[in-house]
């Protein structure tokens, strides 16, 4: 049993992935942090960002994310390219990571753009982190020592929350640790349920 994870910027979708993590039945496969990898492992990505992009798109061979994300930020049109160089890596490294975990009762598969990239419809439920959005804007300006105009920003590029809640068969309110750490629990307790029916 396959689930998707996600939350807007500043939601704290990571921590909730981190507290799936503790569970020794539960795999999580962080997609941001797995497409960092291949980017920098794979010879062929490597080749296709550089013909995209240019050679500054790698600082002694590891990716330039900063001048990265400076051409793709404001342009969709070069940001639909470094998607479609980077996801279908991604796709087949999960296909592997399911098959290495399938032991597991499930596996969680966390993504700031699941919805954004209409990846929804290949979980078997959809779990969304929730967080007010002046308390997200706040922990990004800390986190990324940026301006709340560059949040804003960020945010617009994604799907408003009540559309992903919407579309959500589980929503985390991430306000407090123990708050979340119990409604973590609770959605584990039921998710190990629900996975002695997909055997």
Known sequence: MVVGLTGGIGSGKTTVAKLFQKFDTVAVY????EAKKLMNASKVIKNQII????????KKNQLNRTY?????FN??????ILNSIV???VKRDFRNFVVAHKDKSYIIYESAILFESNSQHQFDFVITVFTHL???ISRVIKRDHTTKEEVLKRIHN??????KLL????????????NTENQVKKIHNILTKKATHFL
């Open 30 to 33: 962080i997609a941001d942090l």
């Open 51 to 58: 013909a995209e992009f240019g050679a500054a798109s790698y």
């Open 68 to 72: 990265l994300s400076s051409l793709v």
């Open 75 to 80: 342009n969709k049109k070069k940001l639909q």
């Open 87 to 89: 996801h279908p890596a």
């Open 134 to 136: 002046e308390e997200r």
């Open 158 to 163: 994604q799907w408003k929350e009540d559309k």
């Open 167 to 178: 579309f959500s068969n589980y929503i985390i309110e991430n306000n407090t640790l123990r």
